[in-house]
């Protein structure tokens, strides 16, 4: 029995559909695929249900902004008043993955801080109530997305967007605070682990030793006034452009979150090697450090006292994986002395991404990470029905208090989670087996 055992919220994933515009001529986000937008009502019932009452959610950026610095925001007031007369306490996604595509180039635009600042205190204006924020989703994640280092969604120069981002997210979070000081602000980014396949290899251990050091703690310590000219993370930046005035410009406006939310997903623990072509890559490490180790290392390097949190986490696998995925989570989490955990998402995702990032897609079928279950219906069409199913009623009895940790069930991993989680499998979820 643990001591403390966390609590729970859900998230609402909103990631952009890159290409909607192409397929359905207008932009549109994860929650418009899972048509959350014409149910919302109903998926705050089954929310309620749940005995969950802290979610994250998207401001809708992109569904307000009619020109830059003009604004509907009746747009998305009735699912605001809904949250409010519930009594639900989110934590409001500012921006998630994607600029709307009024403003040009995104978060390389030059204007992008005030594009930016202007959202955030026309929205506070409109919503004084909302006293959580996330200025940028992962924006370290998002930076390499929009960059020629990654891709996926732009080819901008890195150490622009990088910076953009963060002096958004200082520029946004202090005007905020001004405005009103009981405002606190979470900073998700994924809880990054990475380790060698070859000691040998000298370039890789280098590039790892970074990375563990500093590559996952930049946007921390530039936000908290702590890149100088002496800071490994500074000569990084330079060598890929950035100007050192610029960079200088953080240690006069520092600025650090209320929580640290550290998103946890199976892929985020890696391995660096060489493929057959000598190039430097990585993939899932088969043999995983604890989710418990990791947490203590961030709590390790980050400003003491920071609080930590889990902002994200799920397992794409069928309902019983996901119990079983849930139950190791929060485990650890108790363990690491971790008081919350978001599950992410409510519902079944749909279309996350460019759309051929995962199988399921590709087969049209929902993405199956959620809580509740995403299935058509005969008259109102495509991913109209929520489904209750063994994973939703245990998450509600935890979150009742109606049961413990211990109380959840294990099962074997089934499909190509046998695979994925045969590590942590392997290295930390063996006590189930001794005590059975």
Not at 90 to 111: S, V, Y
Not at 146 to 152: D, I, K, M, N, R
Not at 357 to 374: A, S, Y
Request: charge should be positive.
């Amino acid at each position: 029995m643990f001591k403390q055992q966390p609590k729970l919220a859900v998230g609402y994933e909103c990631t952009p559909i890159c290409d909607a515009e192409k397929l359905f001529g207008e932009p549109k986000d994860v929650l418009d695929a899972t048509r959350h937008y014409e149910r919302f009502e109903h998926d705050f019932d089954l929310q309620e249900e749940l005995g969950i009452y802290e979610l994250r959610y998207p401001a809708g950026w992109d569904k307000v902004l009619i020109s830059p610095f003009r604004y509907n925001f009746e747009r998305i007031a009735p699912i605001m008043e809904s949250m409010r007369r519930r009594g639900f306490v989110p934590t409001i996604d500012l921006c998630h993955h994607k600029a709307p595509k009024q403003i040009r180039d995104g978060f390389a635009n030059p204007e992008f801080v005030e594009h930016l600042l202007d959202f955030a205190l026309e929205f506070q204006k409109a919503f004084p109530w909302i006293k959580r924020y996330t200025v940028i989703n992962e924006p370290a994640v998002t930076a390499l997305f929009h960059s020629t280092e990654v891709g996926l969604w732009a080819q901008h120069d890195w150490s622009n967007v990088f910076l953009n981002m963060a002096e958004a997210i200082s520029t946004v979070s202090r005007a905020l605070k001004r405005r009103n000081p009981r405002i606190k602000f979470f900073q998700p980014e994924p809880i990054d682990h990475d380790a060698v396949a070859d000691r040998a290899d000298t370039e890789i251990v280098a590039h790892v030793e970074f990375l563990r050091r500093h590559g996952r703690f930049g946007m921390d310590n530039l936000l908290g006034g702590k890149v100088d000219d002496a800071h490994p993370f500074f000569e990084r930046l330079i060598a890929k452009g950035a100007k050192a005035e610029r960079i200088a410009w953080f240690q006069k406006n520092p600025s650090e979150p209320y929580q640290k939310d550290l998103d946890f997903y199976a892929h985020c623990f890696k391995v660096w090697y060489r493929d057959r072509r000598g190039r430097m890559t990585h993939k899932n490490n088969p043999n995983p450090p604890s989710l418990v180790s990791v947490i203590n290392d961030y709590r390790a390097h980050l400003p003491a006292g920071m609080r930590l949190g889990i902002g994200e986490t799920n397992v794409r696998g069928a309902v019983r994986d996901r119990i079983t995925f849930f139950k190791w989570v929060l485990e650890q989490c108790a363990e690491a002395g971790i008081g919350k955990i978001s599950w992410w998402g409510l519902t079944d995702a749909d279309m996350w991404g460019e759309g051929n990032l995962t199988r399921w897609w590709r087969e049209g079928k929902p993405d199956p990470v959620g809580i509740f279950m995403l299935s058509d219906c005969a008259v109102q069409g495509r991913l109209w029905k929520r489904e209750a199913n063994e994973f939703s009623e245990i998450f509600k009895a935890y979150a009742r208090g109606q049961i413990s940790i211990d109380d959840i069930p294990v099962y074997k991993f089934s499909g190509e989670l046998k695979t994925v989680l045969n590590g942590f499998s392997k290295n930390h979820m063996q006590h189930w087996r001794k005590k059975k």
